[in-house]
């Protein structure tokens, strides 16, 4: 598996990917998730004018929370009393046209777009954390979810950190970078999210949530928050993950809090430099796995065979069910992911499976090459599986067909890493997954990476007369 701090070739173009790409710095709206709202305040002084009004509109002060939304850059803001609405960046009752700001994918817009600044060849954590910030635009924006094969962990060490953790006016845990008994990780994590962990350790693991950019946040808004995520394990197992959900609803992180709204405006605006920290005894040599999303079970093993186990789900295909026509359907694709599977004392950033996905051996939704999508489409059609209307266009109604394919007992009996199986189509898949028709007398089977789009065509290349 690929590791923190190389520098092989597979560094390089990730870096080139990331530099290329521009990557939005504003949210994404999900549909399932709570919206934040762009907060105004007025300041009152003695500005020389004469009615109130006049003095709130000259010291209107905006807690700006975009979103893209519908193509464009919008924000959600009381546009009347207590009446909230969707509306353009910088709307104006007077002027909406003139503030609206379209967005179209891996545009360049200054202020609203960035780049990864390529600094050396090495792939380190500000690379690595980088990474994760586009996979999540990835799956919030074109709905491709891969961060079941990224580690959110991304080895970096917090060494000038200072956390007093008070509830009810008693301190019951500092987070010091210089206690010499822990080491305290870092890493990046979004709001409303449940991030699964795997870490092996007799001893207590503690963590919590807070502000840190370049140095340590001093926003009093959010001086609560640390208190309010902190969760305390007294032993954990690798192999049985849990799971950490103090940032997933608005209840949860706002328990404590009197005016709800003003701590999230300011909590979303702080959300680029919102980490988790992880206090670890200094003697745990453990592989660290952190996975944005709720993967506990996924990797349960089931006996296959006589004293032979199989990590592999027993319940995969249970949560997909025929017919498999409804394109928006929101099935789960259960599947055991490598990043779990084993504790090696070395955590790694990122799955083997990524790799394909990024170097862009996948087929995806965003493959640029319709005869890929289309020879996957022929191989369902032979088996009466799925008939697509429009060739060489990519339908989720292939995924589940895929997906359960691939979790068949024989599949997993006779492939050794049957890992990160997403319902999209991966070197595995193209290999693996047959049609019906045999191609000679040695049982040749057809299958998508075979599959000939074009048999009259280069006949006295392939051999034929």
């Given amino acids: 598996m690929f590791k923190f701090n190389s520098n092989h070739i597979l560094t390089g173009y990730i870096k080139q990917l990331l530099h290329s790409f521009n990557l939005p710095k504003v949210r994404v709206f999900v549909e399932n998730e709570p919206p934040i709202k762009t907060l105004v305040y007025h300041k009152i002084g003695d500005s020389g004018l004469t009615t109130k009004d006049d003095v709130n509109k000259a010291n209107e002060v905006l807690m700006y929370v975009p979103y893209i939304r519908n193509g464009r850059i919008e924000e959600y803001r009381e546009t009347s009393a207590n009446n909230w609405e969707w509306v353009p960046k910088g709307w104006s009752s007077k002027k909406l046209s003139t503030h609206t700001h379209f967005y179209e994918y891996n545009e360049r817009m200054p202020n609203y777009t960035k780049n990864l600044e390529i600094k050396n060849n090495i792939y380190d954590s500000y690379t690595h954390e980088y990474l994760g910030d586009y996979l999540r635009f990835q799956r919030d924006y074109n709905h491709i979810n891969l961060m079941p094969l990224y580690n959110c962990f991304s080895n970096r060490i917090c060494s000038n ?31 409303f999210k449940e991030y699964t962990i795997a870490i092996d350790s007799d001893l207590a693991i503690e963590i919590c949530c807070g502000i840190y950019g370049k140095y340590q946040g001093t926003n009093q808004a959010l001086k609560d928050l640390p208190a309010t995520t902190y969760v305390k394990l007294n032993s954990t197992n690798f192999n049985r993950p849990f799971l950490y959900d103090n940032l997933a609803t608005i209840d949860l992180l706002t328990k404590n809090v009197e005016d709800r709204d003003t701590f999230l405006n300011n909590l979303a605006q702080n959300e680029l430099n919102l980490k988790m920290f ?9 592989s660290i796995t952190i996975l944005e999303g709720n993967y506990i079970g996924w990797n349960d093993t089931i006996n296959v065979s006589k004293n032979k186990y199989k990590s592999y789900p027993n319940y995969a295909i249970n949560n997909i069910e025929k017919p498999y026509l409804n394109e928006n359907a929101n099935y789960k694709y259960i599947t055991s992911l490598q990043l779990l599977e084993l504790n090696t004392t070395e955590s790694y950033p990122f799955a083997d499976r990524l790799i394909e996905y990024l ?9 640029k090459l319709p005869d890929n999508i289309e020879r996957a489409q022929k191989v369902l059609e032979i088996n009466n599986l799925l008939t697509s209307p429009y060739k060489g266009i990519w339908s989720n109604t292939m995924m589940p067909i895929i997906y359960s394919y691939m979790n068949t007992a024989n599949i997993n009996n006779t492939t050794s890493n049957n890992y990160d199986i997403l319902g999209y189509i991966d070197k595995d898949v193209e290999t693996l997954f047959k049609n019906k028709q045999i191609g000679n007398a040695n049982n040749n089977w057809h299958t998508i990476a075979s599959e000939d789009l074009y048999t009259n065509i280069y006949k006295s290349d392939k051999g034929d007369s």
């Fill in 161 to 191: 950190l200072s956390l007093n953790i008070i509830k009810n006016n008693i301190s019951i845990s500092t987070f010091s970078g210089s206690d010499t008994k822990y080491k305290i990780y870092m890493l990046p994590i979004k709001l």
């Fill in 278 to 286: 992880i206090k670890v005894p200094v003697g745990v040599n453990s």
């Fill in 359 to 367: 170097i862009g051996n996948a087929i995806t939704p965003l493959d």
